[in-house]
């Protein structure tokens, strides 16, 4: 079943905008569990695709405009239509080999030994390489213990206070999930992308988690950890990087606009 999908990001501003410089990670690509029939991007400016960062297609922006103009709202729009193709395991042959997703860390992804600990207090049986059941067994217990409860975390809060916390959203869960797999020695990526519900709008904005269960063949699984369960085709990908920071759809710079306000709008329906 495609799904079509409108994505707008609007920035408002108490004063003219002068100068702004985006990235953007609003492109999904087609593979193993998904077909995109088509897509583009609207912005005020022409948008440039940029070589290729971490396996995702990455596009960017650059926009000028005299005081005199008086703009005080910047728009991008990413639309189109994709075919979840309803699979979660899959080969990645892309560039970046699954150790480089095991070894290191990233400041909301962390691993930390009380995390470590308690996952493997929590579930004794775990391998040191992953299968389905103990990658379904962990974000089960980690959907468990980081309660889904909107409002209470931001961007840019670590896999370790959402831990503590016991609480947060989508990207919580996920961070938690990668820094606890770490711990334990597995490769695990953060995942950014859409998810369909006619009864959860507020997760069309979604994250999950890959993990490898073979490094030598780069066989990978993707796991909800929202709802505890392996991909299926409610699942649109568009980027996948070592924490949410690495693939955040739009982040950039800017200069003047002074305060500044942020609307995220997205729609999916199914065609």
């Given at each position: 079943?495609?799904?079509?999908?409108?994505?707008?990001?609007?920035?408002?501003?108490?004063?003219?905008?002068?100068?702004?410089?985006?990235?953007?990670?609003?492109?999904?690509?087609?593979?193993?569990?998904?077909?995109?029939?088509?897509?583009?991007?609207?912005a005020p400016?022409?948008?440039?695709?940029?070589?290729?960062?971490?396996?995702?297609?990455?596009?960017g922006?650059?926009?000028?405009?005299?005081?005199?103009?008086?703009?005080?709202?910047?728009?991008?729009?990413?639309?189109?239509?994709?075919?979840?193709?309803?699979?979660?395991?899959?080969?990645?042959?892309?560039?970046?080999?699954?150790?480089?997703?095991?070894?290191?860390?990233?400041?909301?992804?962390?691993?930390?030994?009380?995390?470590?600990?308690w996952?493997?207090?929590?579930?004794?049986?775990?391998?040191?390489?992953?299968?389905?059941?103990?990658?379904l067994?962990?974000?089960?217990?980690?959907?468990?213990?980081?309660?889904?409860?909107?409002?209470?975390?931001?961007?840019?809060?670590?896999?370790?206070?959402?831990?503590?916390?016991?609480?947060?959203?989508?990207q919580?869960?996920?961070?938690?999930?990668?820094?606890i797999?770490r711990?334990?020695?597995?490769?695990?990526?953060?995942?950014?992308?859409?998810?369909?519900?006619?009864?959860?709008?507020?997760?069309?904005?979604?994250?999950?988690?890959?993990?490898?269960?073979?490094?030598s063949?780069?066989?990978?699984?993707?796991?909800d950890?929202?709802?505890?369960?392996?991909?299926?085709?409610?699942?649109?990908?568009?980027?996948?990087?070592?924490?949410?920071?690495?693939?955040?759809?739009?982040?950039g710079?800017?200069?003047?606009g002074?305060?500044?306000?942020?609307?995220?709008?997205?729609?999916?329906?199914?065609?």
């Amino acid at each position: 079943m495609p799904l079509s999908i409108v994505h707008t990001t609007r920035y408002r501003y108490t004063e003219p905008l002068l100068h702004s410089v985006q990235t953007l990670h609003l492109w999904p690509e087609s593979g193993p569990l998904q077909a995109v029939r088509h897509w583009q991007i609207v912005a005020p400016v022409a948008v440039h695709e940029h070589p290729l960062t971490q396996g995702n297609r990455t596009h960017g922006l650059s926009f000028t405009a005299p005081a005199s103009a008086g703009v005080r709202e910047l728009s991008i729009t990413a639309r189109g239509e994709v075919e979840p193709l309803g699979g979660h395991r899959f080969d990645d042959t892309g560039p970046l080999p699954p150790a480089f997703f095991r070894g290191a860390s990233t400041p909301l992804a962390e691993p930390h030994p009380r995390m470590t600990a308690w996952a493997r207090a929590r579930l004794p049986d775990l391998p040191a390489v992953p299968d389905e059941a103990a990658a379904l067994a962990l974000a089960t217990a980690v959907a468990d213990r980081v309660r889904y409860r909107p409002g209470n975390t931001q961007v840019d809060t670590t896999a370790l206070e959402a831990f503590d916390w016991e609480l947060g959203v989508c990207q919580d869960q996920a961070h938690v999930m990668a820094a606890i797999g770490r711990g334990l020695g597995w490769a695990v990526r953060y995942v950014s992308g859409y998810f369909f519900a006619q009864d959860e709008p507020e997760l069309a904005s979604h994250a999950w988690v890959d993990v490898c269960l073979d490094e030598s063949r780069h066989h990978w699984m993707s796991v909800d950890v929202t709802h505890r369960a392996p991909t299926d085709r409610r699942h649109v990908r568009l980027a996948s990087a070592r924490d949410y920071a690495g693939c955040l759809p739009v982040k950039g710079l800017r200069r003047g606009g002074g305060e500044e306000s942020l609307d995220v709008q997205i729609r999916i329906q199914a065609v």
